[in-house]
């Protein structure tokens, strides 16, 4: 693959294995083979997983909600992350997609996917991907399939 991409192993990953019931076994040497057959690289897969294990980590914390929570983004992150990324974080909050700890883990990830270039694009994979690994999350789950989807569909236009 000449433009290959964590995020391509992963959305490969998302669209081929991934089931909401289901958990997605990081150890399955068939899955590792599989990838590399479609001709994703050795790190790309290994960088793929490990960003997946975080992920796994960060939404199995228990945290409880908080009504109080807002978010001031700090100035590394404002450097990282511009601002259609923030402004469309803050929003989907504000509607009700993300509570503060799925907000918090979806900053969180996309800076661990830095060098893939945070964009607008990148960034509803990664909330997909958080929302559909984070528990009782199915509405927003759903809200967030939609915004998704219909910009690949908006995009193909």
């Not at 607008?120 to 939609?146: D, G, I, Q, R």
């Given at each position: 693959?000449?433009?290959?991409?964590?995020?391509?192993?992963?959305?490969?990953?998302?669209?081929?294995?991934?089931e909401r019931d289901h958990q997605l076994n990081l150890n399955n040497m068939t899955?590792?083979?599989?990838l590399k057959s479609a001709g994703f690289h050795a790190y790309s897969i290994g960088k793929a997983f490990?960003?997946?294990?975080?992920?796994?980590?960060l939404t199995a914390q228990d945290v409880p909600p908080?009504?109080?929570?807002?978010?001031?983004?700090?100035?590394?992150?404002?450097?990282?992350?511009?601002?259609e990324c923030r402004n469309f974080i803050l929003t989907l909050e504000?509607?009700?997609i993300l509570?503060?700890?799925?907000?918090?883990?979806?900053?969180?990830?996309?800076?661990?996917l830095i060098n893939e270039g945070v964009d607008l694009n990148l960034l509803k994979w990664v909330?997909?991907?958080?929302?559909f690994?984070?528990?009782n999350c199915e509405n927003a789950l759903s809200h967030m399939e939609f915004l998704v989807l219909s910009n690949a569909l908006d995009n193909i236009h």
């Amino acid at each position: 693959m000449n433009d290959e991409t964590i995020l391509s192993v992963l959305m490969y990953l998302f669209h081929n294995h991934m089931e909401r019931d289901h958990q997605l076994n990081l150890n399955n040497m068939t899955l590792v083979d599989e990838l590399k057959s479609a001709g994703f690289h050795a790190y790309s897969i290994g960088k793929a997983f490990r960003w997946l294990h975080h992920l796994v980590e960060l939404t199995a914390q228990d945290v409880p909600p908080s009504a109080q929570s807002f978010r001031i983004f700090s100035e590394q992150e404002c450097w990282l992350i511009n601002t259609e990324c923030r402004n469309f974080i803050l929003t989907l909050e504000q509607q009700g997609i993300l509570t503060p700890h799925a907000r918090e883990v979806v900053i969180h990830q996309a800076l661990e996917l830095i060098n893939e270039g945070v964009d607008l694009n990148l960034l509803k994979w990664v909330t997909l991907m958080v929302l559909f690994n984070m528990p009782n999350c199915e509405n927003a789950l759903s809200h967030m399939e939609f915004l998704v989807l219909s910009n690949a569909l908006d995009n193909i236009h």
